[in-house]
């Protein structure tokens, strides 16, 4: 059987604008869009760039819109697709070329919001966390930057200073942390106009997640944090 | 860490597109996303009738009964039914929303609670209306 | 072409190269560490590893107990004073991770978690459910964060190493972006750029692991280090190789043949340990290099069964019921589900050895130092001497924390106390390659990148797979040294400089010949049976110590092929014996 796939092209070096690009390619009962995307680099045209890696759904790369939707191509079956199947390059994110997507924004806001454990205790020996302590704040811990949430996200659609989901998932992910000491560092910046209050709860994202994290509920915990924070600096001196 | 940034007047540039004023006509979410945002409008017209019954009933008999004609009008019931199911609506998104951002018990739970609550509170108010 | 100066360049932004540059980073704050990966670092693709990583944590454990496991398991051809380096310093490499927030699973005490894995006498793999790879790399690249002096070059595609005088001056790269060229000036540069299990069809690894790393080594000089020893993992999907982890069978797994037996104890793995009482050592949990030869023998008998045309065994999950499942093999379910439509819970997984891991790599010694001053490697690219002939699961994931940090530390020391390189003959070697790289552009012929690609791949997989004979080998080394004088006519058609993939697969694919044409020749050279290199060549299927307890060398000739010499195995203190595994082990103990 064979599906037409209609990929948006761009080359900056040529185009001013995407234009979109048919191509016919076989597809079975197991076939991905990244194996489709692989099949046509290969067989028909080597200079459609995308990214990819794993093929496993672990790696994140190969993001893409598939009919309008943020989707991982690797995990992305053509069968539960009709005979045409648009790809388009990640939304709200800049294009470099075909359906490669700009994510340095991204990466930036991953390191505003300082994701990585602050203690400054030091020991030869591990911290103790028990599994319910671990379960407080694991889901959170395995966003795997595919960057579907921010294609997902108006919000960030409209105002890319906007620190997004992922990002506000990670900052979530380790306050919840029983190891962890630096809230009061991270909350300025979830506090802030690009912060937490920045999301309006459309809740998109939670349904993109390809882990099934809900960054929506992430963020909005969030909210609940910096709201205490503010009360709590209210009586301090 | 800091990242490489690389300034070169040669670089070809990355497509930025705009995000039209009309995103949210983009699909179905997005348009149950406004339509909960959209529920304040109807819920504002009910406000709007509540502060001027309270101004009237402040003020003569007269006025009072201006008021309760006002509230017999067809498309101000019809507006104020619509408020009726908009809050209806927007308490169901809202109650679906509150354990994934306070996970104090499992959701379904909460969700029953707050149904439950929310069915007592309405009940005492009209028994004690029904008492007055 | 943009030149940059720093101290240290890491090329590899996975578990090895992020732990290197942190070392660096810590090592020395004043050190400028620029870190260069062809992906986002956290596309390395240590992200796929599930299972574990081994370091002795229970009372009732040894430092003794993992070298004896490790040395038996690497068929005596790990260097021993690696191996004790290794095992001493893995505990605490795994609690630095900790300590970094790596969210290890936990028992009720919440202490760390460990499970059984293949070929390890006791409990003593750490575990992130079974994502731990990816918790691994993530906990490493966020905590990277931390540091201003690691300068992150994201899609950097290292084109060659500069050296000059036998030392090491930088590397040419090329920013994928943009296609422009950077000649990063280095006093050490650190190799961690993983393996090449993609110069084989069939494989559990991404796209981006096709040995550059190797390669670029290898053509200075450094020679390729027991690159025979090529890994299959006795658990991948058919057609795909998507890895399904060990630690299914550490949490009592079985393997049927297609008539439903567990074939396993028909090969000295026996006898059957009853259904979910795992034994060490024994059965499922026996070595990957045994398990995956036995395949290979039930598929002789025609034992084995059909999924898409691929002959299978089948991993059988559903007597551990659908908790323990969501608890520890969450992932496996879901990558079942998703590309075998297989439920594990109800369902059988069909399964069949894939390519998993390159044993052998850049040679260094402890130390991670190479051949060329000031170049060190570290990871799956790196032959430390740490897995000889086979390679235990979950030894890996802590020799990327332990020899990472090693080179990320030696690099630093070496670039304080390093002379600079004259410029003019790295002028000239930039200049070289720039030469090169234009000619690879013109009109495309009838070969094709992908296609060049394929048939190596297959070439590879008929004659340097789980078994191997002198004629088939030989057939695969003909075949691949064909291959290499018409990549020298395969141009590249497009000659657009952002993100050109034509171009990237087209240097990849010249690095993988080159590594896969080492792995052959070394193979066809070894003429014994040992660890993951099974010969069917008379008088060469079993060990042979008095000629072959050696490492083999491939240095790469001045035509392109390689030429094997070997190396002294390092033995301090286990003398060679019978590996051992399932009733046999215990008898002898």
């Known amino acids: 059987?064979?599906?037409?796939?209609?990929?948006?092209?761009?080359?900056?070096?040529?185009?001013?604008?995407?234009?979109?690009?048919?191509?016919?390619?076989?597809?079975?009962?197991?076939?991905?869009?990244?194996?489709?995307?692989?099949?046509?680099?290969?067989?028909?045209?080597?200079?459609?760039?995308?990214?990819?890696?794993?093929?496993?759904?672990?790696?994140?790369?190969?993001?893409?819109?598939?009919?309008?939707?943020?989707?991982?191509?690797?995990?992305?079956?053509?069968?539960?697709?009709?005979?045409?199947?648009?790809?388009?390059?990640?939304?709200?994110?800049?294009?470099?070329?075909?359906?490669?997507?700009?994510?340095?924004?991204?990466?930036?806001?991953?390191?505003?919001?300082?994701?990585?454990?602050?203690?400054?205790?030091?020991?030869?020996?591990?911290?103790?966390?028990?599994?319910?302590?671990?379960?407080?704040?694991?889901?959170?811990?395995?966003?795997?930057?595919?960057?579907?949430?921010?294609?997902?996200?108006?919000?960030?659609?409209?105002?890319?200073?906007?620190?997004?989901?992922?990002?506000?998932?990670?900052?979530?992910?380790?306050?919840?942390?029983?190891?962890?000491?630096?809230?009061?560092?991270?909350?300025?910046?979830?506090?802030?106009?690009?912060?937490?209050?920045?999301?309006?709860?459309?809740?998109?994202?939670?349904d993109v997640c390809p882990k099934h994290l809900d960054p929506a509920a992430a963020v909005n915990q969030g909210k609940v944090a910096s709201a205490t924070d503010f009360v709590i600096s209210m009586f301090k001196p | 860490m800091t990242e490489q940034k690389v300034n070169s007047s040669s670089t070809p540039k990355p497509y930025h597109s705009e995000l039209s004023a009309f995103w949210w006509l983009k699909h179905r979410y997005y348009l149950l996303y406004m339509l909960r945002e959209a529920t304040v409008l109807p819920l504002l017209f009910f406000l709007g009738c509540l502060m001027y019954g309270l101004y009237s009933l402040s003020q003569s008999e007269q006025h009072w009964l201006g008021f309760v004609a006002f509230m017999q009008q067809g498309w101000v019931i019809a507006l104020n039914l619509l408020a009726f199911v908009a809050s209806l609506f927007h308490a169901k998104t809202f109650f679906e929303l509150f354990p994934r951002v306070m996970p104090l018990a499992p959701a379904a739970l909460m969700i029953a609670g707050q149904w439950l609550a929310t069915l007592g509170v309405a009940t005492v108010l009209f028994l004690m209306l029904g008492a007055g | 072409m943009q030149i940059i100066q720093t101290d240290v360049v890491i090329i590899g932004g996975g578990g090895a190269g992020l732990r290197a540059a942190i070392a660096a980073a810590e090592a020395d704050p004043e050190c400028r560490i620029a870190l260069l990966s062809k992906v986002y670092p956290m596309r390395s693709h240590t992200v796929a590893a599930e299972g574990g990583?081994?370091?002795?944590?229970?009372?009732?454990?040894?430092?003794?107990?993992?070298?004896?496991?490790?040395?038996?398991?690497?068929d005596w051809l790990a260097d021993q004073d690696v191996v004790d380096y290794f095992v001493s310093h893995a505990y605490q490499e795994l609690v630095q991770l900790e300590r970094w927030g790596c969210p290890w699973s936990r028992k009720a005490d919440g202490t760390v978690q460990v499970r059984r894995f293949g070929g390890m006498k006791t409990e003593r793999t750490w575990f992130a459910a079974d994502k731990t790879g990816f918790h691994i790399l993530h906990t490493l690249f966020q905590t990277s964060l931390k540091y201003p002096n690691i300068q992150r070059f994201d899609e950097f595609f290292v084109l060659d190493l500069l050296v000059a005088e036998q030392q090491v001056a930088g590397v040419l790269a090329m920013q994928l972006s943009t296609g422009e060229l950077f000649h990063i000036q280095a006093k050490s540069v650190v190799l961690a750029t993983g393996g090449a299990g993609r110069v084989f069809h069939y494989n559990t690894n991404g796209g981006i692991v096709t040995g550059d790393g190797m390669a670029l080594a290898y053509r200075h000089g450094v020679a390729l280090r027991d690159m025979e020893f090529?890994?299959?993992?006795?658990?991948?999907?058919?057609?795909?190789?998507?890895?399904?982890?060990?630690?299914?069978?550490?949490?009592?797994?079985?393997?049927?043949?297609?008539?439903?037996?567990?074939?396993?104890?028909?090969?000295?793995?026996?006898?059957?340990?009853?259904?979910?009482?795992?034994?060490?050592?024994?059965?499922?949990?026996?070595?990957?290099?045994?398990?995956?030869?036995?395949?290979?023998?039930?598929?002789?008998?025609?034992?084995?069964?059909?999924?898409?045309?691929?002959?299978?065994?089948?991993?059988?999950?559903?007597?551990?019921?659908?908790?323990?499942?969501?608890?520890?093999?969450?992932?496996?379910?879901?990558?079942?589900?998703?590309?075998?439509?297989?439920?594990?819970?109800h369902q059988l997984i069909p399964i069949r050895p894939a390519v998993h891991y390159t044993m052998g790599g850049i040679q260094t010694d402890v130390q991670c130092h190479t051949a060329i001053q000031g170049l060190y490697a570290a990871g799956e690219c790196a032959s430390v001497g740490l897995h000889g002939a086979n390679r235990l699961g979950s030894n890996s994931l802590t020799e990327l924390l332990v020899f990472g940090k090693v080179a990320g530390m030696e690099a630093a020391r070496h670039a304080r106390q390093s002379r600079a390189v004259p410029e003019a003959a790295l002028k000239a070697q930039c200049q070289e390659q720039l030469q090169q790289l234009q000619a690879r552009f013109g009109e495309r012929q009838k070969d094709t990148v992908a296609g060049l690609r394929r048939e190596m791949t297959m070439a590879m997989e008929q004659g340097c797979g789980i078994y191997r004979d002198a004629a088939g080998m030989q057939q695969c080394l003909d075949t691949l040294q064909a291959l290499k004088q018409r990549y020298q006519q395969l141009k590249v058609g497009d000659r657009s400089k952002v993100f050109n993939y034509e171009l990237l697969q087209h240097y990849e694919l010249g690095f993988g010949l080159d590594v896969a044409e080492a792995m052959c020749a070394s193979a066809l050279a070894r003429r014994e049976s040992r660890g993951s290199h099974q010969r069917l060549d008379a008088g060469m299927n079993s060990r042979n110590d008095s000629d072959y307890l050696q490492h083999s060398l491939a240095s790469y000739q001045a035509d392109g092929s390689a030429r094997i010499s070997y190396q002294q195995v390092n033995i301090t203190k286990s003398a060679p014996a019978a590996r051992l595994y399932g009733a046999a082990q215990s008898k002898e103990a």
């Open chain 1, 1 to 206: 059987m064979e599906k037409t796939l209609s990929i948006v092209r761009y080359n900056p070096e040529l185009d001013s604008q995407p234009h979109s690009q048919s191509y016919q390619v076989p597809v079975d009962n197991s076939t991905s869009v990244l194996d489709a995307l692989l099949y046509i680099q290969e067989q028909l045209d080597p200079t459609l760039a995308f990214r990819w890696s794993c093929r496993m759904a672990i790696c994140g790369s190969c993001s893409v819109m598939v009919n309008g939707i943020p989707k991982l191509g690797c995990k992305t079956f053509l069968r539960d697709y009709g005979d045409e199947v648009l790809l388009e390059p990640l939304a709200h994110f800049a294009t470099e070329k075909d359906l490669v997507p700009d994510i340095n924004v991204f990466l930036q806001h991953l390191q505003q919001v300082k994701p990585y454990l602050i203690n400054p205790e030091q020991s030869e020996q591990p911290h103790k966390q028990s599994p319910q302590q671990l379960a407080k704040y694991r889901k959170f811990a395995n966003c795997i930057n595919c960057g579907l949430c921010y294609s997902a996200c108006p919000q960030f659609g409209l105002n890319p200073e906007f620190l997004g989901p992922a990002a506000l998932t990670l900052a979530q992910r380790y306050n919840l942390d029983s190891r962890d000491q630096g809230k009061a560092e991270r909350m300025p910046e979830l506090n802030g106009k690009n912060g937490v209050w920045g999301c309006t709860f459309v809740g998109f994202c939670s």
């Open chain 3, 53 to 74: 990583a081994a370091a002795v944590t229970l009372p009732e454990d040894s430092l003794e107990q993992h070298f004896q496991d490790t040395v038996a398991g690497s």
């Open chain 3, 230 to 345: 090529v890994q299959y993992h006795p658990t991948g999907l058919p057609g795909s190789g998507i890895l399904i982890t060990e630690a299914c069978r550490g949490e009592s797994g079985v393997l049927l043949n297609k008539d439903g037996y567990r074939y396993l104890q028909d090969y000295g793995l026996g006898p059957e340990t009853p259904l979910g009482q795992p034994e060490n050592k024994c059965m499922e949990l026996g070595p990957r290099d045994k398990l995956s030869q036995a395949f290979w023998h039930e598929q002789q008998k025609g034992r084995t069964g059909d999924y898409q045309g691929h002959a299978v065994v089948y991993l059988d999950l559903r007597h551990l019921g659908c908790d323990k499942l969501n608890e520890r093999l969450p992932f496996i379910c879901d990558l079942a589900k998703s590309y075998v439509n297989v439920d594990p819970q």
